[in-house]
């Protein structure tokens, strides 16, 4: 879900200005998964840019309280979103958490870092939803964990189909800055893109596992 037009253009803008977000139809990646794509997304590059970071952090905030009401916890999802999570907590003035893939195999063999309390109610951030699995097993250790899981608000999604739906089976709100629609629209817009290069990436977007240049 999208909230606000105007901030997905600008968040698209921001995260193909600083190449958080690279398009190449023409030399697709290869995504871990074997994918064949004509976009990568790597938001962690959003830190290394102050005006770009403190954009995320205050809409991401703003999003949290107008979708949710102020949490008692801002969890991260590791790794890619703990930085984001961190500055949304200290703007929201809140505890911050941050959950890890799978517990730890030393020391107090934790998956869940920081202080949480049984009943809290905790909104989850994420940097990037692809196909939204590693998302919602960061959510389920919350649940086990005994907290009320309020919602999770991302940078950026793909929007896949598959993502809606495991996110609809698992009953979590999801809200995003931007999404790949808004993305195509604002490089179409900034001529970062041609007429026919759209065609390819929306292409790819019908049906990304079986997508060949």
Request: negative net charge; charged residues 25%; proline residues 4%.
């Amino acid at each position: 879900m999208i909230l606000h037009k105007d901030t997905a253009k600008k968040t698209a803008e921001f995260l193909l200005q600083i190449k958080a977000i690279k398009l190449s139809p023409a030399e697709p990646f290869n995504w871990a998964s074997g994918w064949k794509s004509p976009i990568y997304c790597d938001n962690r590059i959003t830190l290394s840019f102050p005006a770009v970071r403190n954009f995320l952090k205050t809409e991401i905030a703003k999003l949290v309280e107008e979708k949710h009401g102020k949490p008692d916890v801002i969890a991260g999802v590791a790794t890619g979103a703990i930085a984001i999570g961190v500055l949304v907590a200290q703007e929201l003035g809140v505890p911050f958490v941050y959950v890890r893939p799978e517990a730890k195999k030393h020391g107090r063999k934790n998956q869940i870092e920081g202080h949480l309390e049984k009943g809290q109610n905790v909104v989850v951030i994420e940097d990037l939803i692809s196909t939204g699995k590693s998302s919602l097993q960061a959510v389920e250790a919350l649940k086990e964990a005994d907290v009320t899981i309020k919602g999770m608000i991302a940078i950026f999604t793909y929007g896949f189909d598959v993502a809606s739906n495991n996110f609809s089976e698992s009953n979590v709100e999801l809200t995003t800055l931007s999404s790949y629609e808004y993305l195509l629209e604002q490089a179409l817009d900034s001529q970062y893109i041609t007429d026919k290069e759209l065609e390819t990436l929306q292409d790819w977007r019908k049906n990304p596992s079986e997508w060949k240049q």
